[in-house]
């Protein structure tokens, strides 16, 4: 499908809109009214109010002069790199929450990402049409047309301006382009006021909140690392919409842990959190397992079963390690998340449920997708809003504090005192790569505790796979070898001491940055490990 663009910024009056002005309706479709559609546009801009109102209104007269079934506005929120929907006619406030896009995804997401108005004649036809709002029906809206205009200001493109509607001629497709892009630069301006507002309110906050302006970090979270912060603001950005989130990260990262915090912080924190692993179970029970059974309706089924579906009714339904699903399971989840309704296996009785769905896996879907083994239709569903979470080796500022943090707990569980980590071990601990992320650091920590020696853990006590290469030369006993360990330690500890500025450490160390680089390399240390420590 080639998309028929414009690329004429939108601030002008152009020519087309101009000689359109007195279109006439010789066509079977009119715009007889568009002196007075942008003059009022112009009126309820310059009336002032707040920005929803604003757009609220300029939606309405959308509406009535170009019948319109419906119309979003977007907003681009550079904070976290997503568009939401702002304002929308035609969309139930439960679709137009579900409309969030990432720039260059979808169509919306191409138009804020190319600063290109975009004419999508037949929605039907046009794999750039993702429906994520789930507004849009094949049966009733297939003849449909889109179009979306940015709404620019300067260089920055602020949102979009998207309408839906049957057109029977071209031309007036056309038009209604040219008549967006006006209203686009006539909102121009005060979309960019709401956006500078909004930035120096945060600022404002930031600054009056207690506690020095504290960020927003969920309770059940350790770590601090610029990257976990960035989590967090997608966290707290995404937990009061309905929005569908998807969880992506290693084994053991903390995809659970982001789950529960998205619910925990969302209006449904008082519902129940269900999770279910779906790659715990065979694909014969999924079905049952998800939606439930009447008595009889397989062998073995004495009773009649609710599945996790109507558990999670009210709350958050957490579908772990959902990349496992079988093809034909995940056929069946993409009934329900489109529809909110099912049966149990054995009844006809369709029910319905109101559930936030969260979704979670290490693997990479999209390359699933590419080799047929997951549906494109299922990965568009849940990739609403994708929060990446980076594993730990790339977040050293966070394994001390998470060290730390298992260390109170299982000494505290243990009822013993909380060891001292001696600086060997810590740095055993900031130079491994941790593999099993959080998780394995946990288990290393646990067993850690137990073997601690008067208050100490001491780099013994770590697991054979976190000693370094420094390891296999103290196995050798020789002078070179506790030399090559004192080496190490010094280095460390100036690493530690400079937050990992090699220039810094290396002139401490009175030696060359490009000796003390050779030494990194042998040792295997990384520097970037250190940084963001005191
Ligand atoms: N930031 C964190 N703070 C505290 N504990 C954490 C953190 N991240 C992970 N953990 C702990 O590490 C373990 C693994 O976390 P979790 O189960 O959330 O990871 P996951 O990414 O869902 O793993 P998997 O992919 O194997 O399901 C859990 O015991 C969890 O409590």
Redesign the pocket.
Known sequence: MRHEKTAVAANALSPVLTGALSFSCRLGECRSELMPLLSEVSKVVSAGGSLSSTLKLVLELMQKHLQVKRAMITLYDVSCDQIFIHESYGLSPEEAEKGVYAPGEGITGKVIETRQSIIVPHIADDPLFLNRTGSWDRQHDGQHSFICVPIIRGLKVMGTIGIERIYHNAQLRFLDLEVLRVIAAIIAQAVELHLLERVQQKTVQAHTAPHGGEKFKPAN???NSRTMQHVYRLIEKVSHARTTVLIL?E???????VATAIHQNSHCSGGPFIRFNCASLPESVIESELFGHEKGAFTGAISRRAGRFEEADGGTLFL??VGELSLSAQSKLLRVIQERSFERVGSNETLSVNVRILA?T?RDLSEMVEQGTFREDLYYRLNVFPITIPPLRERGSDILI?AD?FNARFASEQGVEVPTIATPALNMLLNYTWPGN??EL?NVMERAVLLADEGFIHSYHLPINLQPIIDHLTEQEGLEARLARVEYDLITEALAKFQGNVSRAASYLNMTRRALGLRLEKYQINYKHYRGQT
């Open positions: 979270i350790i770590g990260g084994s053991g990262v903390g995809k659970e842990r772990d390690e979670a290490h998470l943090h959080v998780r946990e």
